[in-house]
T-cell receptor, first 113, second 113 residues
Framework: DVKVTQSSRYLVKRTGEKVFLECVQD?????MFWYRQDPGLGLRLIYF???????EKGDIPEGYSVSREKKERFSLILESASTNQTSMYLC????????????FGPGTRLTVL | QKEVEQDPGPLSVPEGAIVSLNCTYS??????FMWYRQYSRKGPELLMY????GNKEDGRFTAQVDKSSKYISLFIRDSQPSDSATYLC?????????????FGSGTRLLVRP
């Protein structure tokens, strides 16, 4: 059974804190993605990675950075959290970069106070 | 204007009803059309996937694409309470080595026993 796991289901942080969201996949997928999901806005791509140490900006990268030191692990970093980063964060992976099937983790609901 | 529009619902139907979920889009370059299902507190999972225009059936589910009208639909026959979830349409294209995947914002469906 394919699996994408995320380190936390719920997270509450203060404005200005540095926040790390971790994602691990066990499918040996080359590609990993970070999205945020907001009501009425759908899933918006923040960053993606097509190989270890490789990363590309998505549609809304501002305020975020990522790290991929190992194939199975992709981290999203909020350098200085702000209230407008309160959201549901979803990690996904896929075998091919252009695969239309992405496998999602359960999400991390982040609240920034 | 958003590239993909989807009514957020909620759509509430009695068990056994036929459900119709829809999305409209503005970019005629989209070639692949997907429906993802997202249960509460879970990540989205791919339900159906079609290429270009036409119908595709899988059990109680039928996906329909009308590229001339830029309109896609998901029909659920004999709906069950277990179908209660948020349904996200998604669409993509590949052009000149670039790839674009866009998700709709999702329609929440509730099937009442």
């Amino acid at each position: 059974d394919v699996k994408v796991t995320q380190s936390s289901r719920y997270l509450v942080k203060r404005t200005g804190e540095k926040v790390f969201l971790e994602c691990v996949q066990d499918m040996d997928h080359e590609n990993m993605f970070w999205y945020r999901q907001d009501p009425g806005l759908g899933l918006r791509l923040i960053y993606f990675s097509y190989d270890v140490k490789m990363k590309e900006k998505g549609d809304i990268p501002e305020g975020y950075s990522v790290s991929r030191e190992k194939k199975e692990r992709f981290s999203l970093i909020l350098e200085s959290a702000s209230t407008n980063q309160t959201s549901m964060y979803l990690c996904a992976s896929s075998h091919g970069l252009y695969d239309n099937e992405q496998f999602f983790g359960p999400g991390t609901r982040l609240t920034v106070l | 204007q958003k590239e993909v529009e989807q009514d957020p619902g909620p759509l509430s139907v009695p068990e056994g009803a036929i459900v119709s979920l829809n999305c409209t889009y503005s970019n005629s370059a989209f070639q692949y059309f997907m429906w993802y299902r997202q249960y509460s507190r879970k990540g989205p999972e791919l339900l159906m996937y079609t290429y270009s225009s036409g119908n595709k059936e899988d059990g109680r589910f039928t996906a329909q694409v009308d590229k001339s009208s830029k309109y896609i639909s998901l029909f659920i026959r004999d709906s069950q309470p277990s179908d209660s979830a948020t349904y996200l349409c998604a669409m993509s294209y590949t052009m000149d080595s670039s790839y674009k995947l866009i998700f709709g914002s999702g329609t929440r469906l509730l099937v009442r026993p």
